[in-house]
Nanobody
Framework: QVQLVESGGGLVQAGGSLRLSCAAS????????MGWYRQAPGKQRELVAS???????NYADSVKGRFTISRDNAKNTVYLQMDSLKPEDAAVYSC???????????????WGQGTQVTVSS
């Protein structure tokens, strides 16, 4: 059983920083891409940032220069460092990973439970 567990959300003032973490656990053979999505009330879920096993990264235009995604392959963990936060960054942030479980021939998409990020102005 593979699961993703997120941590690090919370309340921060505009201009502040937060660091999100997402750890994958269970019977894992390999992890390909990992990423973060967010969804604000009344809006569609959007990709914030992703990182591939090659460390190639991709960012939404709205967070470029402010957010940094990284991963620790030894810990099966992906991080999202969020700096210079704005009120419009407030959302539920969810971790996503493309994981191949042990004993299976294919990769599957897994999601974390989501963590709330609130930014006060």
């Amino acid at each position: 059983q593979v699961q993703l567990v997120e941590s690090g959300g919370g309340l921060v003032q505009a201009g502040g920083s937060l660091r999100l973490s997402c750890a994958a656990s269970g019977s894992i053979f390999s992890i390909n891409a990992m990423g973060w999505y967010r969804q604000a009330p009344g809006k569609q879920r959007e990709l914030v940032a992703s990182i591939r096993s090659s460390d190639r990264v991709n960012y939404a235009d709205s967070v470029k220069g402010r957010f940094t995604i990284s991963r620790d392959n030894a810990k099966n963990t992906v991080y999202l460092q969020m700096d210079s936060l704005k009120p419009e960054d407030a959302a539920v942030y969810s971790c996503n990973a493309d994981i191949r479980p042990r004993g299976l021939a294919f990769s599957y998409e897994y999601w974390g439970q989501g963590t709330q990020v609130t930014v006060s102005s």
